[in-house]
Nanobody, 125 residues
């Protein structure tokens, strides 16, 4: 399984960004995919997960209300729409797969089996 996150960049506070995670391999339709972030000097943090079917999602409190995760099975891509961005959202954002679960649920970073290369999001004040 290979994952590649993209879509990061510099945005002003209050702005929006949509991140993409392209997933290759036969497991895309079998496992949940999660989004995570890691701020400078911080630990990797779970944000949201979408089920293997794309029909359900789960959000950490830090992502509820501003972030939306979605999945396009035809394109083998998972998205993270981020609105009302704040300077504290500045981080490297990663997508990851836990190969043991198909459902949308909290996904501890230590339980992720496959990571994509991150994409940097910088929110200026």
């Amino acid at each position: 399984v290979q994952l590649q996150a993209s879509g990061g960049g510099l945005v002003q506070a209050g702005g929006s960004l949509k991140l993409s995670c392209a997933v290759s391999g036969p497991t895309f339709s079998r496992f949940a995919v999660g989004w995570f972030r890691q701020a400078p000097g911080g630990e990797r943090e779970f944000l949201a997960a979408v089920s293997s079917s794309g029909g359900s999602s789960y959000y950490a409190d830090s992502a509820k209300g501003r972030f939306t995760i979605s999945k396009d099975n035809a394109k083998n891509t998972v998205y993270l729409q981020m609105n009302s961005l704040k300077p504290e959202d500045t981080a490297v954002y990663y997508c990851g797969v836990n190969a043991n679960i198909p459902t949308a649920q909290r996904m501890p970073p230590r339980a992720v089996h496959y990571w994509g290369k991150g994409t940097l999001v910088t929110v200026s004040s």
